[in-house]
T-cell receptor, first 114, second 113 residues
Framework: AQSVTQPDIHITVSEGASLELRCNYS??????LFWYVQSPGQGLQLLLK??????LVQGIKGFEAEFKRSQSSFNLRKPSVHWSDAAEYFC????????????FGTGTRLTVIP | DSGVTQTPKHLITATGQRVTLRCSPR?????VYWYQQSLDQGLQFLIQ???????AKGNILERFSAQQFPDLHSELNLSSLELGDSALYFC????????????FGPGTRLLVL
């Protein structure tokens, strides 16, 4: 069965500092991997996705993520955090069956301090 | 704005009651997914429909049911409501062939008193 672990429940960074949010997945085959962001009171917005090919994927809002098969990881990074990045971030794994349903991690809440 | 709409935004009801949540997918999307987000369970996949047919089931209770209509909008029916059903319910949609790239609506916040 597939699962996603986000080991950090809450991270605080200073504005302008770099950011890395961790995500580890468990899935028997090559996974489809996603990062979503949820601002307070909002739905989830897709930041980026990995299906195959280049293991470093670029997303919106200056985010990128790197797929490392050997570590079963898909960490999200941003070189310089903005105050507007404060939100909840979810990593998700999708299956390659026709179902396409996503399995989400528990989320990491990001606080940005001035 | 993802293009997915959900109504109502908020719903307050009592235990034992039944409610219906509505979702309209993005134009052209054939798949609709329902998720429940609660503090204790996190984000959980409930059910998926594709072009009117049920495609996959997740942790959906027997008290809950869904359907997708010919115009592709979907409804999630929650009955015999319990306090623990209080949660955010999200609908998402995806285009044919775009495996896994789901676009989420703003959600319906359900409060059961």
């Amino acid at each position: 069965a597939q699962s996603v672990t986000q080991p950090d429940i809450h991270i605080t960074v200073s504005e302008g500092a770099s950011l890395e949010l961790r995500c580890n997945y468990s899935y028997g085959a090559t996974p489809y991997l996603f990062w979503y962001v949820q601002s307070p009171g909002q739905g989830l917005q897709l930041l980026l996705k990995y299906f195959s090919g280049d293991t470093l994927v670029q997303g919106i809002k200056g985010f990128e993520a790197e797929f490392k098969r050997s570590q079963s990881s898909f960490n999200l990074r941003k070189p310089s955090v903005h105050w507007s990045d404060a939100a909840e971030y979810f990593c998700a794994v999708g299956t390659q069956t026709g179902a396409n349903n996503l399995f989400f991690g528990t989320g990491t809440r990001l606080t940005v301090i001035p | 704005d993802s293009g997915v709409t959900q109504t109502p935004k908020h719903l307050i009801t009592a235990t034992g009651q039944r409610v219906t949540l509505r979702c309209s997918p993005r134009s052209g999307d054939l798949s609709v997914y329902w998720y429940q987000q609660s503090l204790d369970q996190g984000l959980q996949f409930l059910i998926q429909y594709y072009n009117g047919e049920e495609r996959a089931k997740g942790n959906i209770l027997e008290r809950f049911s869904a359907q997708q209509f010919p115009d592709l909008h979907s409804e999630l029916n929650l009955s015999s409501l319990e306090l623990g059903d209080s949660a955010l319910y999200f609908c998402a949609s995806s285009a044919p062939g775009s495996v896994g790239a789901q676009y989420f609506g703003p959600g319906t916040r359900l409060l059961v008193l």
